[in-house]
């Protein structure tokens, strides 16, 4: 599967952006989805991850209340709304798909397909 990530930009701290991410194929419910990012200098760290069904999610406590992921299986998409943004959420986010399992991968080695990452800049 092909994914394209979108929907990056600047905001103000306090501010929402929502994230998409596309999937080609028509494979793309068999798969779990999630988001992570990438701030500079820094590693990369898993933020969200949803089930294929999206029957279940699971989120860094760092975004967590703040962060909500969705899926629409018919558009082949995956969403992050995020609201009440922080400038240390400023990163390159990306969007992974992974082999369906019984737990939610958080490891970003489980993930086998990459989007190419949106930039977020949370900044006043």
């Known amino acids: 599967v092909q994914l394209q990530a979108s929907g990056g930009g600047l905001v103000q701290p306090g501010g929402s952006l929502r994230l998409s991410c596309v999937g080609s194929?028509?494979?793309?419910?068999?798969?779990?989805m999630g988001w992570f990012r990438q701030a500079p200098g820094k590693e990369r760290e898993f933020v969200v991850a949803?089930?294929?069904?999206?029957?279940?999610?699971y989120y860094a406590d760092s975004v967590k209340g703040r962060f909500t992921i969705s899926r629409d299986n018919v558009k082949n998409t995956v969403y992050l709304q995020m609201n009440s943004l922080k400038p240390e959420d400023t990163a390159v986010y990306y969007c992974a798909a992974a082999l369906r399992s019984s737990i939610l991968p958080t490891y970003s080695r489980e993930y086998f397909y990459w989007g190419q990452g949106t930039l977020v800049t949370v900044s006043s």
């Open positions: 194929g028509r494979t793309f419910s068999i798969y779990d």
């Open positions: 949803i089930t294929w069904s999206g029957g279940s999610t």
